[in-house]
């Protein structure tokens, strides 16, 4: 899956991407990183089918129908619960499914019946991340999953994570956490300078900045 040579120039004029090219591995969680601003949800967004651009650069890539997305925001009102709002993702892959308390993660089961008002910023990130992975797809986008949840559920998201691209499926995520991330088969891309300035695993990352931790890498491989 690769998007090639795509420049884009934002309504206001700024140059946000100068003929970027980026191979995302398949059967691998891509991990996308990159300074606040630098264009991460526009490149998920566009891979996604959300955002309208010249698809022409993007080979390879599932149609929009066998992608899943978790665009950061909760696209439920307030008065479905959790329970349904699982169902009703469930049923866009089988129509005729049902889903029981018991079928939740155990994180889930205690606010089975809570209305999404009621839910906490966290608890419908998670609810939503798990109403993504439930659905079967060629390729997972998730857009800061870690965002707003504790460190147990940032475990639990993550382990999930690393379940899908070992099951064969492949992920693009975004982050900003570089002490949470998925285990297993992951590469990095640095987005900065308006185009992917580096692409590899974690440790030829830190081979590549001279560096010992992702963290100092990131901080000197994005300056
Ligand atoms: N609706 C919009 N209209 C105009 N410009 C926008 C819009 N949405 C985003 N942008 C601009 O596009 C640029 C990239 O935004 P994007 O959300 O892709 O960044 P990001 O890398 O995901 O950032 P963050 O890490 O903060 O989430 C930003 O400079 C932002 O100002």
Redesign the pocket.
């Known amino acids: 899956m690769q998007i090639q040579d795509y420049s884009l120039v ?3 004029g ?1 140059q ?1 991407f100068n003929r970027l090219t980026a191979e995302f591995v398949p059967g691998k969680v891509n991990i996308l990183l ?10 998920l967004d566009l891979i996604a089918g959300v955002r309208a651009g010249d698809r022409s650069h993007l080979l390879g890539f599932p149609t929009m129908g066998h992608i899943g997305y978790e665009m950061q925001g909760a696209p439920f009102t307030g008065n479905v619960t959790v329970l349904e709002a699982l169902q009703m993702m469930r049923v866009l892959d089988d129509p005729a499914a049902t889903l029981e308390v018991a079928d939740l993660p155990a994180d889930l089961q205690a606010i089975a019946h809570t209305r999404f008002k009621a839910l906490s910023g966290g608890q419908r990130r998670l609810v939503l991340f798990t109403g993504i992975c439930q659905l079967r797809r060629d390729l997972y986008l998730f ?2 999953p870690e965002n707003g949840l504790d460190l147990r559920a940032v475990k639990r998201v993550m382990a999930q994570i690393s379940r899908l691209a070992s099951s064969g499926r492949t992920v693009i995520m ?1 982050t ?1 956490q570089l002490r949470a991330l998925p285990e297993g088969n992951t590469q990095v891309l640095v ?1 900065a300078g308006q185009c992917i300035a580096f692409a590899g695993t974690p440790a030829e990352f830190m081979a590549e900045t001279q560096t010992g931790s992702l963290e100092a890498a990131y901080l000197k491989g994005v300056s």
């Open positions: 934002l309504p206001d700024r946000l990159g300074a606040n601003g630098v264009g991460k949800t526009t490149l857009d800061e975004t900003h987005l």
